[in-house]
């Protein structure tokens, strides 16, 4: 099976979208380090947690931060793989709810993570569709998930991840049609 690329994309750095994303990826960034470091006993907490929410969430939110905001690194690819890394980071952290939130939380994720990787890629006609996924998944998760249980440190990381996944909603809405490449013809 051949898919069909659509179109190239290129990274829009003179459009609002960029900055939006590069932001909200860097309040993701800090916030985390807040939480980790400020507010959270690291003794208390275990390795796993330690391994993939705080190491590769720190890392995963710095990448796009130093990548989209200070480097200009024009590689779309590149952002969807690291969005892709966050979806996996969000539905390890689904484990400590409810079996419905599992369920629910894996599936979308993972959905939206191919989509997101299917956009950069061209694969999708459109962009609509993976900020629309991950916008959705926002809305659920601030309003459905509990929130009103959580206590004052753990909105510190909840606000972090949910401005990480604002921060994908603007991902592929910063992206633009690349120009065509021009075929080199080889004369004989």
């Given at each position: 099976m051949k898919l069909?690329?659509?179109?190239r994309?290129?990274?829009n750095?003179?459009?609002?979208?960029?900055a939006v994303?590069?932001?909200l990826?860097?309040?993701?960034?800090?916030?985390?380090i807040?939480?980790?470091?400020?507010l959270?006993?690291?003794?208390?907490?275990g390795?796993?947690?330690?391994l993939v929410?705080m190491?590769?969430?720190?890392?995963?939110?710095?990448?796009?931060?130093?990548l989209?905001?200070c480097?200009h690194?024009?590689?779309p690819?590149?952002?969807?793989?690291?969005?892709?890394?966050?979806c996996l980071?969000l539905i390890?952290?689904?484990f400590?709810?409810?079996?419905?939130?599992?369920?629910l939380?894996t599936?979308w994720?993972l959905?939206s993570?191919?989509?997101l990787l299917?956009?950069?890629?061209?694969y999708?006609?459109g962009?609509l569709?993976?900020a629309?996924?991950?916008?959705f998944?926002?809305?659920i998760r601030?309003?459905?998930?509990?929130?009103g249980k959580?206590?004052?440190?753990?909105w510190?990381?909840?606000?972090?991840?949910?401005?990480a996944?604002?921060?994908?909603v603007?991902l592929p809405?910063s992206?633009k049609?690349?120009?065509?490449?021009?075929?080199?013809?080889?004369?004989l």
């Amino acid at each position: 099976m051949k898919l069909k690329q659509y179109t190239r994309f290129q990274m829009n750095f003179s459009g609002k979208w960029v900055a939006v994303c590069g932001a909200l990826m860097g309040v993701s960034f800090f916030l985390r380090i807040v939480y980790y470091f400020g507010l959270t006993n690291l003794a208390d907490i275990g390795m796993g947690e330690i391994l993939v929410d705080m190491a590769l969430g720190i890392l995963i939110c710095g990448l796009f931060l130093l990548l989209l905001s200070c480097i200009h690194l024009n590689a779309p690819g590149l952002y969807g793989i690291l969005g892709t890394a966050y979806c996996l980071i969000l539905i390890v952290g689904l484990f400590t709810g409810g079996w419905v939130r599992i369920l629910l939380g894996t599936v979308w994720y993972l959905l939206s993570a191919v989509v997101l990787l299917a956009t950069v890629g061209g694969y999708l006609p459109g962009k609509l569709l993976s900020a629309g996924m991950f916008a959705f998944a926002l809305l659920i998760r601030f309003f459905c998930f509990d929130l009103g249980k959580l206590g004052l440190f753990a909105w510190v990381l909840e606000a972090s991840n949910l401005c990480a996944i604002a921060g994908l909603v603007c991902l592929p809405m910063s992206l633009k049609p690349a120009k065509p490449r021009k075929s080199v013809q080889r004369s004989l």
